[in-house]
């Protein structure tokens, strides 16, 4: 049993918070607080997917099972770190800013890219793409790798398109679309991320 704490604490979405892991600051533990069973299993389904279609990492956390905490039951990630050491932050919080965005859009916009690349060639199938659910990876002022950290899987009752790449691509297209048309539509004023967009 691991005691989670108060200040460890990484970040929370809608049904999830997520600590640093007491034990290796490389890894995050995320607790079910509201409502998050059935995605949780789905997740973690999926995940046991991918294990064993032996894919590689590089744009998803790993995952290492579950352990039991003060806050209930537990799933292990990988904790996403910039170069500098610091919890890498969410692709949502680079484009609130249109400033930041700027910043950083050579990294942002090839790393996007890379990412949407990377889910074709290893056929991972997501749920709604959102800026919430990536982290940016920092590498440096040019570089950095987007993560997606939350919504993978498929919740079709016939899930042929996460056992065949043929119907695998058509649907990481249409999320990867309308993935784009969402962050052109929630972000009107921010011109530097029209402008990568506007590549996709
Ligand atoms: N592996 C990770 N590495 C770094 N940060 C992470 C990681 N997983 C989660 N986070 C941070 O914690 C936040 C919440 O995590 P997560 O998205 O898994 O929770 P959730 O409750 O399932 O979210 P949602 O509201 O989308 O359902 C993320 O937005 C991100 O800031
Ligand atoms: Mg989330």
């Not at 789905?42 to 003060?70: C, H, S």
Request: charged share 25%; aromatic share 10%.
């Amino acid at each position: 049993m691991i005691e989670l704490q108060e200040n460890q604490l990484v970040g929370k979405g809608l049904h999830r918070e997520v600590y640093v892991h007491p034990d290796d600051s490389s890894l995050c533990v995320k607790v079910v607080v509201l409502r998050g069973e059935e995605e949780t299993r789905r997740e973690q389904a999926y995940y046991k997917l991918l294990q064993r279609r032996n894919i590689v990492w590089d744009m998803l956390p790993q995952f290492y099972g579950v352990v039991e905490t003060n806050k209930g039951e537990g799933a292990v990630f990988e904790l996403i770190r910039d170069v500098d050491g610091s919890v890498s932050k969410t692709l949502e919080y680079y484009l609130q800013s249109a400033q930041l965005t700027e910043q950083y859009s050579q990294g942002i916009q090839h790393s996007l890219q890379l990412l949407k690349d990377y889910l074709l060639s290893q056929n991972i199938i997501t749920m709604t793409i959102k800026p919430k659910n990536i982290v940016y990876k920092k590498q440096d002022e040019q570089s950095g790798l987007c993560v997606i950290i939350d919504n993978i899987g498929n919740s079709d009752i016939v899930p042929l398109s996460s056992y065949s790449s043929f119907f695998g691509r058509k649907k990481i297209m249409r999320k990867w679309t309308r993935f784009i048309a969402s962050m052109a539509k929630h972000y009107p004023d921010n011109q530097p991320l029209q402008i990568i967009l506007s590549g996709f």
